[in-house]
Structure formats: C-alpha cells, structure tokens
C-alpha cells in the first residue's frame, strides 16, 4: 500500500513533467514563429492564412538565426529534463495522461 506523501510526491512529479512539456510546446511555437518572420520570411509569404507547412526539428537545427538556435538548446534541454524525470520515477505517458484527464486543480504554492 502506497502512503500518502509518496503519492503526494508522484503527483508533484507528474505536475512538473505536464509543466516542462507545456514550456517545450510554447518555445516550439516561438520557434516556429521567429522561424517565419526572420530566416523563412519568404516561405510564410508564399502561405495564406490555413495552410499547412510541414517542418521537422531538423529544419530548426539547421536554421542561421542564433536566437532560434537558443531556443533549440533550451526545448532540447527540456526534453532531457522530462526523460529523465520521467524514466527515473518510472512514469508512463498513459498515467500523465490520465493524471491530465483527472486533474483540475491547479498547484497549491
């Protein structure tokens, strides 16, 4: 039987990798849009408003602009941030995602 300040703490765990994967999909779009107004300005004037354009991190990586290439560095410590956190504790992303499904209430502090 688990106690309570175990589940309390796995809780914590799981808020804080939904947490580092909402500031990695912010940082993405940022990304994308610094992307768009500087280094693929004439790629976003070829597009209308709904179109799709397909890119894959890569494209990110390969880009010159030094400040999306800080943001690169940044997702991309996140995103070891999470792994590890996330294999540490064993967390699965079926049970972040039903923590997500569950939860509506915010962080006490």
């Known amino acids: 039987m688990r106690n309570q300040k175990t589940d309390r703490y796995r809780e914590f765990l799981i808020k804080s ?8 999909d912010n940082l993405n779009l940022i990304a994308f849009n ?22 894959t991190y890569e494209d990110f990586r390969a880009l010159a602009d030094v400040n999306v290439k800080q943001l690169v560095a940044v997702i991309d410590g996140l995103s070891d941030a999470f792994e590890s956190i996330r294999n540490t504790n064993v ?6 995602d039903r923590f997500i499904a569950d939860s509506n209430d915010s962080l006490p502090f």
């Open 34 to 55: 610094l992307a768009m107004c500087g280094e693929w300005k004439e790629i976003d004037e070829l597009f209308a408003e709904g179109d799709t354009l397909f890119t």
């Open 17 to 24: 990798l939904i947490e580092l994967e909402e500031a990695r």
């Open 91 to 96: 967390i699965t992303r079926k049970e972040i």
